[in-house]
């Protein structure tokens, strides 16, 4: 069996799907067109001793600063994969986050098996980490690329023999841009061992009087969003995550003093601030998923979400959490309010939580695989 990743630059939610794959499946190789594990920050020490020995690069290792080039190198990612040598393989999981194309490498008689974070969001409307109708050059270049990557990213599609997608709404992005089905398997949540002391008692108490949202700094998260909500109701906020295409200076020139900015934060950073917020508040736009809504319900905190996309599969409305329809400021303040209303059971966060564990994931993906095979 053979892994194969976009590449590994950043961690996030499909980069923990891709140490959840190489955890269930120890002796296979991990394939990627680059891998740099200086940008990995906290998770870099955990991810080097399971990683280091199993990485195949591609070409893209010899180029000079390749690991900041990532955007520009999408157009040669297919020749990458392309060349990777699969030969002694009888399966091959690809972990396709939507930035590459890792389905265009040559299978041989290996099944051909993809574990879909979403189709690249670039290729097909959806909002994106960068906003690049501010440069338009750019923008209409990427517009004329993109219109033949969209033709051949739909032919690369039909090399798979067996599509997962993330949730409901992957799936029906996968149906509508490749004519293919795919099988639904949630991505494996990081939840506690045990439930945090502060939901035995029932409704959510022991918390402290801020907000927070956070994860990977990037535009199609819309924390701006979060900022100037918070600024209007004069609320703390807390925003943790690595910036992404600079994102984190603009919000901060944004924010007002109720704003504080964590920075990159360890695994055990995290799970503290979800046990002491009052909630999470989450604003992406079309998420594939939202691992991060779930791992805050799997701590006892309730989610202020935007009503899109995977959030809508993973938040009871008024039970685990409360959505908002329109992605403004406006829209958000007033979900704030309506949740300051409501008395949210921290239990029924962490019990709604539990569907998308880590066990239920190895489970489905190991009878998958032997059923593939």
């Known amino acids: 069996m053979a892994l194969v990743h976009d590449y590994l630059k950043d961690f996030g939610g499909a980069e923990s799907v891709l140490e959840t794959l190489s955890d269930i499946f120890p002796d296979a190789p991990i394939f990627t067109t680059l891998y740099h594990p200086r940008s990995l920050g906290p998770h870099r020490q955990r991810l080097e001793a399971k990683w280091s020995s199993r990485i195949r690069q591609s070409f893209f290792r010899f180029f000079p600063f390749a690991h900041k080039l ?124 045990r439930v945090p002391l502060l939901v035995k008692g029932g409704a959510r108490g022991g918390f402290e009087e801020f907000y927070l949202t956070g994860g990977r700094l990037a535009w199609a998260k819309r924390y701006d969003i979060a900022v100037q909500a918070c600024n209007q109701l004069q609320v703390p906020l807390k925003v943790f995550g690595r910036d992404f295409a600079g994102i984190e200076s603009e919000l901060k020139k944004i924010a007002g003093p109720t704003i504080e900015f964590l920075g990159e934060v360890t695994q055990e950073e995290k799970a503290r601030l979800f046990q002491s917020a009052k909630a999470y508040i989450f604003c992406s736009d079309n998420e594939d998923f939202g691992i991060v809504s779930v791992e805050a319900q799997g701590h006892g905190c309730p989610v202020v979400g935007y009503n899109t996309g995977g959030i809508t ?61």
């Open 313 to 373: 599969e993973t938040v009871v409305d008024g039970r685990t959490g409360v959505l908002f329809d329109q992605l403004t400021p406006s829209s958000l303040s007033a979900a704030i309010k309506k949740f300051a209303t409501l008395k949210i059971d921290s239990k029924d966060c962490v019990a709604h939580a539990q569907q998308f564990s880590k066990d239920n994931f190895v489970s489905k993906i190991n009878h998958l695989v032997t059923n593939v095979r």
């Open 70 to 193: 990532i955007s520009p190198l999408r157009v040669l990612s297919p020749l990458a994969f392309w060349f990777f040598d699969f030969r002694a393989f009888d399966l091959i999981i690809t972990s396709a986050t939507g930035a590459y194309f890792p389905n265009s490498l040559r299978k041989g008689t290996a099944k051909l098996l993809c574990y879909c974070h979403t189709p690249p969001r670039y290729l097909y409307g959806l909002a994106t980490g960068r906003d690049l109708t501010k440069q338009r050059l750019i923008w209409f270049c990427a517009r004329i690329a993109n219109h033949f990557l969209r033709l051949l990213d739909f032919h690369w599609a039909q090399n798979v023999d067996q599509f997962v997608a993330n949730s409901r709404t992957t799936a029906l992005r996968i149906q509508k841009f490749y004519r293919r089905d795919a099988l639904v398997i949630n991505p494996p949540v990081e939840l506690p061992k």
